[in-house]
């Protein structure tokens, strides 16, 4: 079994709006792959299934070989312990330190304050604000604050980071720098990438796996893709 493995999968919200129909996908340990698509096209939920915040209708996700779909919702901490998150809007701490937003998330697992240090500076180093450490969030830049919330994100060297338009709100020259700390991470950690974007221009430089989908439904999946419009389907 690959590492992620969507078989099936159906959703369909409470409020009647079908977000995916049918998908069915597999993707290896340390790949990069780019999820792709107009808004409401169903990106979101599907990186949401991924780390539980939402069940499926119907069909089965797997993740390191756990059906998530299935698991107890006593035991998703567990999975959300080895996946780190990425979103848009940064969701930083304003009351926090840089230190402190990284390092929150491992004092509640109730781990040592040396060993916490070892990692925060470790994963701090990996997305070069060594020197921002001190500072609040508003004190940053908004590359600044993504590359902090990618140091959250991968504190626990977690073998899947998923990442829902990361660069949404960042103009080029932040977002290159973005995706450059990506690439970084997907080749140093070996950890794999899924990153729901409407950003051409990335996806078209990186020519990573392009997975389209249109409606709710995977249209394309290519190897070194290039981004796709609707128009050209
Ligand atoms: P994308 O990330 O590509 O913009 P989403 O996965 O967010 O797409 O949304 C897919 C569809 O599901 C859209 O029509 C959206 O309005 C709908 N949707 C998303 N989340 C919810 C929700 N919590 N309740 C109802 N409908 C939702």
């Known amino acids: 079994m690959e590492f992620i493995e969507l078989k099936n999968v159906f959703k369909v919200y409470t409020n009647g709006v079908s977000a995916l129909a049918d998908v069915s996908l597999s993707i290896s340990k340390g790949e990069f792959v780019f999820v792709i698509g107009e808004s409401g096209s169903g990106k979101s939920t599907l990186t949401k299934l991924l780390y539980r915040e939402e069940k499926p209708n119907r069909g089965s996700v797997y993740v390191g070989g756990i059906n998530v779909a299935k698991l107890r919702n006593s035991n998703v901490y567990k999975l959300r312990r080895k996946i780190g998150v990425v979103f848009q809007d940064f969701k930083l701490l304003p009351k926090l330190t840089v230190y402190e937003n990284i390092a929150y998330p491992l004092e509640s697992y109730g ?46 060297e977690p073998k899947l980071i998923i990442c829902d338009e990361p660069t949404g709100d ?45 409606n709710g439904v995977l249209v394309s999946d290519k190897k070194k893709g290039n981004y796709i419009e609707d128009e050209n389907i």
């Open 111 to 156: 781990m040592k304050s040396d060993e916490i240090r070892n990692r925060v500076l470790k994963a701090v180093e990996r997305v070069g604000l060594k020197d921002k450490l001190r500072s609040y969030p508003n004190q940053l830049s908004g590359g600044e604050q993504q590359r902090v919330c990618i140091a959250r994100a991968i504190v626990n």
């Open 170 to 214: 960042l103009d080029p020259k932040m977002s290159k720098e973005i995706m450059d700390v990506l690439d970084t991470i997907n080749k140093d950690l070996e950890s794999t990438i899924i990153m729901a974007t409407h950003d051409k221009e990335i996806v078209n430089r990186m020519k990573k796996r392009v997975i389209y989908l249109h």
